[in-house]
């Protein structure tokens, strides 16, 4: 007993949970924070002025957001199954939050001495990280999924098999290019990845993987944004074409979780995107401690690059949705793939 | 934890399966008991090959789930065409070849 | 410790998807039990392994199952017929499956018990082979017409899915 209480004071401990911690409050911090940053962005790319009323500059719009949808009446249709209708949103939350474990968002630190070894700003540190975030997301499939069949109505239903049809074409594309970067970084760990993306060429040009990578990181852009059923991808949950697609029949608590699931997954591909390509939490002028400020910078203009593709660019059509990712995006990943193969193998790069 | 105890659950598992092959009247089940049947298998290759200290054991277990990927994939095609046949996903409705 | 729940998880998932009505229960209990599997593949020092199987069964084959479920509207199998017909009603069937079942354990128990070495932990004799790199080598060297013959097989697979499950346009 008593070094069961030493070991959960101890400063490693201590560290670790504050890192558990900080991680899953900003994360739900940062659904939040989304929904207030997508609908000013939205208002200012449409010349108007967005929430303004509540609290400064309207910055407490999503608390009351939250409020709303904490004191909605929560609905369940007679003939929907109770047990899916609730596991659904479960298993949505569940996986975004779980693809985010892997994700390092800093460089390993002793907390300024207090550590006696440096603890990685990570919830966990696996050796086939990437595939966990892969494993992950192909989980979240079955939120929908199950969310379109449990609703037992014809809305939910064609939404949710179309969205997941999407999402599992789409993961092929992602795991093409997840597998073109593993290749050139020779490891499947992200701490690895990101550390082989340290150094400047010419002094100036940082080491990442966009300037080795372009096709790859076009293709897991295109592939996380169909990933997470966001524009200009987001046919199943159109509001004009299918009411609104899995999650029709859902109030309250419920769609809040499916909600927060869709932006944690946003933030979770933004972030894993800053890891794979654009050197994670590396950048000039900050000491290598505080890197988790660049990461932050470099996840803030990812995310805001995601809203920007929403409110600019009109919708894809679900067919023309589907031969993108089959017809297009499947070859040029292969190729790259190949092409990557060889510059491996034969320019050792 | 021995081999034995590893076996054993190998053991268990693939008898639910099998049993549940036999037992149950409706053929996305089976399909379902089968993929049961090779996970069992899969888990007494992994543990025989931490037990020998090599990665022939993972490796065939790379194969054995690609095969059950595509038996799954055909099977399910076939389940498709019959239902589409003769409405019902009952075994027994499909015994016109039956002595 | 870990073990008996790992353990746990997979038997009982089997049992669920065994008995279950509901063809969708069946499909969730079979990913249960996967993930049980899983955990199983990791303390078996197999993580690559262990994801796979999670990318590729929970994540891709029981989609399938689950779709193919959703889109012929399977319904529930009827209670009353269900206790009409169902084998373990059957007096002599019981019987004799028992028996087999009862045989089939004690042969293995006793080939457990007479086999030497069985005391020790899995992990004792050789160290572990996790890396991912040393799977792919062996993968590629060792087992390359394995490999190739496989790729041969899903393509197979996929066209015979796509032409037997079309509809014939007649």
Known sequence: MA???????????????????????????????????????????????????????????????????????????????????????????????????????????????????????????????????????????????????????????????????????????????????????????????????????????????????????????CAGIAETNRAPFDFPEAEQELVAGYHTEYSSMRF????????????????????????????????PEYGWIWFLIKLAFLLFCYLWLRWTLPRFRYDQLMSFGWKVLLPLATVNLLLTAAGVLYFGL | MSIGHYLVLSGVLFSIGAAGVFLRKNLITLLLSVEIMLNAVNLAFVAFGRQLGTVDGQIITFFVMTVAAAEAAIGLALVIGLFRHRESLNPEAFTSLKW | MLFYLFAGTAVLGALLVVTQKNPVYSVLALIGSFFGLSGLYVLLEAPFVAVVQIIIYAGAIMVLFLFTVMLLNVPREDAAEWDRTHPLYRPMAVRIGGGLALLLALELGWALWRTAGLGGGVADEHPAVSSVAELGRVLFTDYMFAFEVTSILIIVAMVGAVILAKKREE
């Open chain 1, 3 to 221: 070094d069961i209480i030493a070991w959960v004071t101890s400063p490693a401990f201590i560290a670790y949970a504050s890192i558990v911690g900080v991680v899953f409050m900003g994360l739900q911090i940062s659904a939040a924070v989304m929904v207030y940053a997508e609908r000013k962005v939205a208002a200012f790319m449409q010349q108007r002025l967005g929430p303004t009323r509540v609290g400064p500059k309207g910055l407490l719009q999503p608390v009351a957001d939250i409020v709303k949808l904490l004191f909605k009446e929560e609905l369940r249709p007679k003939a929907a199954d109770a047990f899916l209708f609730t596991l659904a949103p479960i298993i949505s939350v569940a996986t975004a939050y779980l693809a985010f474990a892997p994700v390092p968002f800093g460089a390993p630190t002793t907390f300024f001495g207090l550590l006696d070894e440096p603890m990685a700003l990570q919830v966990s540190d696996v050796n086939v990280a990437v595939l966990v975030i892969f494993a992950a997301s192909s989980m979240g499939v079955y939120g929908i999924v199950l969310a379109g069949w449990a609703s037992n109505s014809k809305y939910s239903l064609l939404g949710g098999l179309r969205s997941s049809a999407q999402m599992i074409s789409y993961e092929l594309a992602f795991g093409m290019s997840l597998a073109t970067v593993v290749m050139v970084a020779g490891s499947m760990s992200l701490r690895e990845i990101v550390d082989d993306q340290q150094g400047y060429w010419f002094g100036f040009i940082p080491q990442w993987y966009i300037f080795l990578q372009p096709i790859a990181f076009f293709v897991f852009a």
């Open chain 1, 256 to 287: 809040a979780m499916f909600f927060m699931a869709e932006y944690i997954n946003m933030v979770t591909v933004s972030a894993v995107a800053v890891n794979l390509f654009l050197g994670g939490w590396h950048g000039p002028f900050i000491p």
